[in-house]
């Protein structure tokens, strides 16, 4: 037996890691472009598939039998073949939406809920909300309810976003401004990679409830392995699974004065946990073609914090790294969406009496305590955790790992 994934881009996908936890058979990624679609479904050997964007509608003219919520719905997601080679569509995106919906704590009987877009995931949301009793608006680019009116329906409770916009690699757009929405209460974003889209990075601002769709992927992942293996699966797994997941992509990040240890203490966690090491002051100077003294004395500041953030950029949106930042990087408010959005931040602390200064223009130029109090309220809002430095740099790394609820 032999499963995989029908999509046109699929290189930020999960799948394959969740199936290996799920089921022991292969399974693969298949990137088709649409002119290519036809011979792939009558040629493939593939005993069955997932399908994502933008194929869940257009592989329905193929199945022979569609199972009744994929009917109702009007959208495929899964694909079993038949003995006699034929196709059974089915629809797993319902439990696995109405599972992340169950997990937001979400209440939105007889609330207004906006869904954004109007593919096959929309439809599938739609088709979850109707069933808990909401009121849905399926938002899209040229319907009657678009987002040039948006003003209409500020009353929304919830919003739910099923479209690509701000998924990795073009992340750090936001397809709506949730300053219209003065009653949210939540905001379901069905991308997983990034962990956190700028629409979610905006709830957070506006404390709302925020989920991506790692959750659904996982429970929807579940589903579509008991229809491959013909037997079912329990519900906890899904948590198990997630959990997994979230651990293997989240980047960890190391934050604080020049000189803490960063560099460090990144090093060890990164080879602790077996991953890759990246130091935004070397991928500076990489980039520049400069060490740091120099880059300051020939661009001034300014020029090195913008090269920086280009860096962190880069960086930020990359999974599960240990990524070590200059002193300074919470300077520039913009490098805080860039860091969040697949890392937890980590401010590692040191005494200023321990702090050296060599080969750094700003601990120089500058007393350190100074330059402390100034930044100190920085990375208290830039960090998630905090952990001591002050003795072995092992013990920062344990203690980062204990926080973080990792075990090794």
């Not at 990624?29 to 598939?49: I, N, Q, R, S, Y």
């Not at 661009?299 to 953030?309: P, V």
């Amino acid at each position: 037996m032999q499963f995989g994934l029908l999509g046109r881009k699929l290189g930020h996908s999960y799948s394959p890691q969740i199936h290996k936890c799920l089921a022991d058979y292969p399974y693969r990624l298949f990137e088709v472009e649409p002119e290519d679609l036809h011979e792939f479904l009558k040629t493939t050997e593939l005993t069955g598939f997932n399908v994502t964007i933008p194929y869940k509608k257009a592989v329905i003219s193929y199945c022979s039998h569609l199972s009744p919520q994929a009917e109702r719905i009007g959208a495929v997601n899964t694909i079993v073949r038949q003995p006699d080679g034929t196709y059974i569509g089915h629809n797993t995106d319902y439990f696995g939406f109405q599972y992340m919906v169950n997990a937001s704590g979400l209440s939105l009987s007889g609330k207004k809920v906006l869904i954004l877009g109007s593919g096959g995931a929309s439809a599938t949301a739609v088709a979850v909300l109707q069933d808990l009793g909401a009121d849905t608006v399926v938002i899209s680019r040229s319907g009657e309810n678009n987002y040039s009116n948006l003003h209409l329906h500020s009353d929304a409770a919830a919003i739910v976003n099923t479209t690509p916009v701000g998924m990795y690699p073009a992340v750090g757009v936001s397809p709506i401004d949730l300053e219209l929405f003065p009653n949210l209460e939540g905001v379901l974003d069905l991308i997983y990679n990034p962990g956190l889209t700028k629409l979610l990075l905006d709830s957070h601002k506006h404390r709302i409830v925020a989920m991506n769709g790692l959750l659904m992927l996982v429970a929807q992942a579940k589903q579509s392995a008991e229809w491959f293996i013909g037997k079912a699966i329990p519900d906890t797994v899904i948590p198990k699974i997630h959990k997994i997941l979230q651990d293997q992509t989240q980047n960890i990040i190391l934050i604080g004065m020049p000189g803490s240890g960063k560099t460090t203490v990144g090093k060890l966690l990164a080879d602790k946990l077996h991953r890759t090491f990246m130091d935004t002051d070397a991928e500076i100077t990489k980039v520049a073609g400069f060490s740091i003294p120099e880059i300051f004395a020939k661009y001034t500041e300014d020029g090195f914090r913008k090269l920086e953030t280009e860096v962190l950029a880069q960086l930020g949106m990359q999974s599960g790294l240990v990524i070590a930042t200059g002193g300074g990087c919470v300077t520039r408010t913009e490098n805080y969406n860039h860091l969040h959005q697949n890392g937890c931040i980590v401010w590692l602390q040191r005494s200023i009496d321990r702090l050296p200064t060599e080969g750094r223009p700003l601990s120089q130029s500058a007393r350190l305590e100074d330059m402390y109090a100034i930044r100190k309220p920085l990375y208290e809002a830039f960090s998630d955790i905090t952990v001591e430095n002050n003795s072995l740099p092992t013990i920062a790394v344990q203690e980062i790992l204990d926080k973080m609820g990792k075990e090794i």
